[in-house]
């Protein structure tokens, strides 16, 4: 199999809730909400990835290296941007069927499961 064909061949998964984080205040409030975040995912029942965001670009630092890409957007518009991962727990990627995932922030805890048939 292919990872970069399977990546391509399906769908990213979205879970059905949506959280809001700070805005940027001066403070660096929006720095610090983003590092204390933490995700898991596992693939068929075994961890897969772990960790928390302070590796990733913050959302205010990667729309900044994308605002050139969108002058013309409504900066009233929504935005979905997929970008980044943390490393792989065993090193390599593996194909599986059933899929968790859990992100941890604050007072709210978001898991989505998906399955491949």
């Not at 204390?36 to 670009?57: H, K, M």
């Not at 957007?73 to 935005?79: I, K, N, R, T």
């Not at 792989?88 to 599986?96: A, M, P, Q, V, W």
């Amino acid at each position: 199999m292919n990872i970069a064909k399977s990546k391509a061949a399906c769908p990213k998964p979205i879970g059905p809730v949506v959280v809001a984080l700070p805005d940027g205040a001066p403070d660096g409030a929006m720095d610090e909400a983003w590092d204390a975040i933490t995700v898991e995912s596992t693939v068929d029942g075994d961890p897969y990835q772990s960790g928390a965001l302070t590796g990733l670009r913050t959302p205010g630092d990667l729309l900044r290296h994308l605002s050139d890409a969108f002058q013309e957007a409504d900066p009233g518009d929504d935005l979905a941007v997929f970008a980044g991962t943390l490393p792989l727990l065993g090193g390599t990627f593996r194909f599986g069927r059933e899929w968790s995932l859990t992100l941890r922030f604050a007072a709210h805890t978001l898991t989505h499961h998906y399955s491949i048939v």
